[in-house]
T-cell receptor
Framework: GENVEQHPSTLSVQEGDSAVIKCTYSDSASNYFPWYKQELGKGPQLIIDIRSNVGEKKDQRIAVTLNKTAKHFSLHITETQPEDSAVYFCAASHSNTGNQFYFGTGTSLTVIP | DAGVTQSPTHLIKTRGQHVTLRCSPISGHKSVSWYQQVLGQGPQFIFQYYEKEERGRGNFPDRFSARQFPNYSSELNVNALLLGDSALYLC?????????????FGDGTRLSIL
């Protein structure tokens, strides 16, 4: 099956700086890559996603890039704010496994005011 | 609009007992998936259901079972509970079961096994 690796496991940035989280996947058949934000005591919240026919997608301060050749994708958060502090998960899915998502191990982001 | 709702929010059981967890998907969503999230890890896929039929199963023992009802709500059942079953159980819904469909998660049921 698919194997998704995520780095770093923890990340601290000053408020206003940018944060970058990187993920790699193993199965070239993967074609959908969502990112989730999970706050303490809550379920994962979808913040952005990208499909394999697109190289980059942006939504306000959040952007995701995808490199299919290298099989990696990244989350970029600009102008970070304290409310961005949470655990972020990347995931991948592909047509051979229906709608099953394979998740990374998570990145705990702390934005220091 | 209501999001994915799960019940109960917390549950404490002892080894060997049985548990049933419930999930109501977002209105209009026909596919429901269940995930197990152990502390400090990403969610792991357990089951996906669509139109009352199982569409996918993860690497979990037969003690885990699920079903989906005509109104698209779902139950996850776990028999003969083990200490290692302690986790956050998440339900996610999507419009349909296709691979590129976004899944929206509930806040989960925190299951503790004593």
């Amino acid at each position: 099956g698919e194997n998704v690796e995520q780095h770093p496991s923890t990340l601290s940035v000053q408020e206003g700086d940018s944060a970058v989280i990187k993920c790699t996947y193993s199965d070239s058949a993967s074609n959908y890559f969502p990112w989730y934000k999970q706050e303490l005591g809550k379920g994962p919240q979808l913040i952005i996603d990208i499909r394999s026919n697109v190289g980059e997608k942006k939504d306000q301060r959040i952007a995701v890039t995808l490199n299919k050749t290298a099989k990696h994708f990244s989350l970029h958060i600009t102008e970070t704010q304290p409310e961005d502090s949470a655990v972020y998960f990347c995931a991948a899915s592909h047509s051979n496994t229906g709608n099953q998502f394979y998740f990374g191990t998570g990145t705990s982001l702390t934005v220091i005011p | 609009d209501a999001g994915v709702t799960q019940s109960p929010t917390h549950l404490i059981k002892t080894r060997g007992q049985h548990v049933t967890l419930r999930c109501s998907p977002i209105s209009g969503h026909k596919s429901v998936s269940w995930y197990q999230q152990v502390l400090g890890q990403g969610p792991q896929f357990i089951f996906q259901y669509y139109e009352k039929e199982e569409r996918g199963r993860g690497n979990f023992p037969d003690r885990f079972s699920a079903r989906q009802f005509p109104n698209y709500s779902s139950e996850l059942n776990v028999n003969a509970l083990l200490l290692g079953d302690s986790a956050l159980y998440l339900c996610a819904s999507s419009l349909d079961p296709w691979p590129d469909q976004p899944q929206h998660f509930g806040d989960g049921t925190r299951l503790s096994i004593l």
